[in-house]
Antibody, heavy 118, light 112 residues
Framework: QVQLQQWGAGPLKPSETLSLTCVVRGGSLTDYNWSWIRQPPGKGLNWVGEISPTGIFKYHPSLESRVTISLHTSSNQISLKLNSVTAADTAIYYC????????????WGQGTLVTVSS | QSALTQPPSASGSPGQSVTISCIGVTNEFPLHQTVSWYQQHPGKAPKLILYKIYERPSGVPDRFSGSQSANTASLTISGLQAEDEADYYCSSFPVRSNFGMIFGGGTKLTVL
């Protein structure tokens, strides 16, 4: 059973860079595409982006100028960086294992609340 | 506004059945068999409960079932239990997508 454990620094001030890491336990980075999904407090889920095992990435158009998702194969980790954050980026961020063949998120990290406030 | 529309709330009594709909925008609704459903309890991460419209992951009770007709997918929970009280989200890959997966706005299920 794949388990995802995530962590990251917070809170942040506007214009700073959000940085989160997700480690994959019980599985390999080659098993899935890897996604980040965020959820503003009290609201619904929003897809941020994803990266394939070969490093091909895809980002939400509204974020693509500020976001980077990377694979770190030596440590079985995925990272998310979002620069120039604003209060609108305040959310719980989840990493998730995405089954590209059947289009579903099989496993989720526990979530990390990132608050952006001056 | 999400391209997948869910009712904001639903409710039922223990033992009853409840159905939650997920309606896609015409011409943008998902590729065949890409609808999945997630259950999220307060303060917890979402959990996959159905994929490919009606397939259940290991460990998900058969009280959870799914269907799709035209541009509407449905999640039905039979024999409601108190532990089913949660938020439910549908998700899909849009036919015309230049990015990735989309989610419905979520439905808060209350077990009366």
């Amino acid at each position: 059973q794949v388990q995802l454990q995530q962590w990251g620094a917070g809170p942040l001030k506007p214009s700073e860079t959000l940085s989160l890491t997700c480690v994959v336990r019980g599985g390999s980075l080659t098993d899935y595409n890897w996604s980040w999904i965020r959820q503003p407090p009290g609201k619904g889920l929003n897809w941020v982006g994803e990266i394939s095992p070969t490093g091909i990435f895809k980002y939400h158009p509204s974020l693509e100028s500020r976001v980077t998702i990377s694979l770190h194969t030596s440590s079985n980790q995925i990272s998310l960086k979002l620069n120039s954050v604003t209060a609108a980026d305040t959310a719980i961020y989840y990493c998730a294992a995405f089954n590209k063949g059947a289009y579903y998120f099989d496993f989720w990290g526990q979530g990390t609340l990132v608050t952006v406030s001056s | 506004q999400s391209a997948l529309t869910q009712p904001p709330s639903a409710s039922g009594s223990p033992g009853q059945s409840v159905t939650i709909s997920c309606i896609g925008v015409t011409n943008e609704f998902p590729l065949h068999q890409t609808v999945s459903w997630y259950q999220q309890h307060p303060g917890k991460a979402p959990k996959l409960i159905l994929y490919k419209i009606y397939e259940r992951p290991s460990g998900v009770p058969d009280r959870f079932s799914g269907s799709q007709s035209a541009n509407t997918a449905s999640l039905t929970i039979s024999g409601l239990q108190a532990e089913d009280e949660a938020d439910y989200y549908c998700s899909s890959f849009p036919v015309r997508s230049n990015f990735g997966m989309i989610f419905g706005g979520g439905t808060k299920l209350t077990v009366l």
